[in-house]
């Protein structure tokens, strides 16, 4: 009997000085919390650069109001976001996996809120990369936000287009090359991007919605957002602003 609660003390201690352990992380300094997770979240992500605030609540330093983490230049799927943020409400953290392994893992929280901001460069450079990888040449796009619309203005060569394509719009198509105007809307859904056409003018001519509906059935969506490594997220909302275009969850 004597030897069973020497060996329950004993459990007991190691349990007791392991609370302790993990609670002196806890509630360390903030600076050096938010520079660990900070820390964590640059070793699993490429970013020109990222920024960690803490709010602890005010009757127990122990616990975590909001977590929120911004971070510039990071890669969405194709598509590199000028901002990043992401909030967590009431964020409950592996704090012994972030102390040991150095990775940031999140047990539970109450809410999250996510904003990507794109800007016209930014959408740009996406663009001029899509360029490249299918091998087109000499295609000039350039883009212009007038919430809630992206104007597209674009000059681009008959021959950089699919035989396919060219076939359906051939009537308008008098000459060796694409030009004019569109203006068209972006949607999200579980994080799969969409364009509609709302008007689309080629070498001066209306294109009809019967035909812009047939683009739109064949190439939507045309990219998806990747969660990125430590944070699940889908994105559902897109707003056109007059310097970014938002994406939420």
Same mark, same amino acid.
């Given at each position: ?26 509630? =360390? ?25 803490? +709010? ?18 990071? +890669? ?48 740009? +450079? ?38 396919? =394509? ?69 994105? +559902? ?13």
């Amino acid at each position: 009997m004597v030897k069973l609660l020497s060996i329950r003390s004993y459990f007991l201690i190691i349990l007791f000085l392991g609370e302790i352990s993990l609670c002196a992380f806890q509630i =360390t300094n903030k600076e050096d919390l938010e520079k660990a997770i900070r820390k964590a979240i640059a070793r699993e992500i490429s970013c020109k650069e990222i920024k960690v605030k803490i +709010n602890f609540d005010l009757k127990s330093s122990s616990k975590i109001n909001s977590l929120a983490v911004r971070m510039d230049g990071v +890669n969405i799927g194709g598509i590199i976001a000028d901002y990043i943020s992401i909030q967590y409400n009431n964020p409950s953290l592996d704090y012994q996996n972030l102390k040991n392994k150095n990775k940031l893992k999140f047990l539970s929280y109450s809410g999250q809120k996510v904003n990507i901001l794109l800007s016209v460069s930014s959408l740009q +450079n996406y663009l001029n990369l899509k360029e490249k990888e299918f091998g087109k040449n000499n295609v000039n796009i350039r883009l212009k936000f007038s919430p809630p619309f992206i104007e597209c203005f674009y000059d681009v060569p008959k021959k950089e287009i699919a035989s396919e =394509t060219a076939e359906i719009i051939s009537k308008f198509i008098p000459g060796d090359k694409l030009e004019g105007y569109a203006a068209f809307t972006l949607q999200a859904k579980k994080s799969e991007l969409s364009a509609y056409s709302s008007k689309v003018i080629l070498n001066h001519f209306l294109i009809p919605g019967s035909i812009l509906g047939i683009f739109e059935k064949k190439f939507n969506p045309f990219e998806k957002i990747s969660a990125i490594n430590i944070f699940n997220f889908e994105i +559902n909302n897109i707003v056109v602003q007059s310097k970014y275009v938002l994406l939420t969850n």
